[in-house]
Nanobody, 114 residues
Framework: VQLQASGGGLVQAGGSLRLSCAAS????????TNWYRQAPGKQREWVAT???????TYTDSVKGRFTISRDDAKSTAYLQMNSLKPEDTAVYYCNVRLTLANYWGQGTQVTVSS
């Protein structure tokens, strides 16, 4: 398994969750890690990216609420999600895109109740 996401669950609106994406060192080092999500009946959408140098970008709907980070020693990326809203409900996927390959984790369900 190249990528494994975990940390999802059920939380009330306003709550927090932290997702983890454990990767093999070979694909984690020197590559950006991305988080995507897919809500029921909707297309998968990009959420956040962190580069090997630590630069981060976010989709507008999560700016100020979500924080992406990485621990190179553990080959793991994280997505800290605060002030969660019902519209954040989705399956969350981590992703590492290489030149010749595109790796996806298995997805972790996040459900935010109102």
């Amino acid at each position: 398994v190249q990528l494994q996401a975990s940390g999802g669950g059920l939380v009330q609106a306003g709550g927090s969750l932290r997702l983890s994406c454990a990767a093999s060192a070979m694909i984690f080092m020197n590559n950006a890690t991305n988080w995507y999500r897919q809500a029921p009946g909707k297309q998968r959408e990009w959420v956040a990216t962190i580069t090997p140098g630590g630069s981060t970008t976010y989709t507008d709907s999560v700016k100020g609420r979500f924080t992406i980070s990485r621990d190179d020693a553990k080959s793991t990326a994280y997505l800290q999600m605060n002030s969660l809203k019902p519209e954040d409900t989705a399956v969350y996927y981590c992703n590492v895109r290489l030149t010749l390959a595109n790796y996806w984790g298995q997805g972790t369900q996040v459900t935010v109740s109102s």
